[in-house]
């Protein structure tokens, strides 16, 4: 498996943000999809935001779409999330996954832990005032 290393984690106050990056020399070789996770305490882990790399399709959960952006560099050797608006229900361990299946484009799988097999050690984020 390959590794992905994640960074741009903190603590920030509600309505502040951060940029998470997800950064690994083999994405061209593993990943059409790539999809950032959050887990809070005591919660399971939910998909957040995905991006098929071949086209640039991004995908949101509803619970951030508007505030938070996945995108990628010119390179495609660095996925990207901007998290603007933070709020405390924010709080939470951030991973990302990737994947060479065709995973992007399906509503029913994007979001499943099952469908990637390269993760992040994550990165914590914390909002709170």
């Known amino acids: 498996q390959v590794q992905l290393v994640e960074s741009g984690g903190g603590s920030v106050r509600p309505g502040g943000s951060l940029t998470l990056s997800c950064r690994t020399s083999?994405?061209?070789?593993?990943?059409?999809?790539v999809t950032w996770f959050r887990q809070a305490p005591g919660k399971a882990r939910e998909g957040v935001a995905s991006?098929?790399?071949?086209?640039?399709?991004?995908y949101y959960a509803a619970s951030v779409k508007g505030r938070f952006t996945i995108s990628q560099d010119n390179t495609k050797i660095t996925v990207y999330l901007q998290m603007d608006t933070l709020q405390p229900e924010d709080t939470a361990m951030y991973y990302c996954?990737?994947?060479?299946?065709?995973?992007?484009?399906?509503?029913?799988?994007?979001?499943?832990?099952?469908?990637?097999?390269?993760w992040g050690q994550g990165t914590q984020v914390t909002v709170s005032s």
């Open positions: 991006i098929w790399r071949s086209t640039n399709t991004q």
């Open positions: 996954a990737a994947t060479r299946g065709p995973v992007c484009d399906s509503g029913s799988r994007r979001f499943l832990e099952d469908a990637y097999d390269s």
């Open positions: 083999a994405f061209t070789a593993i990943a059409s999809c």
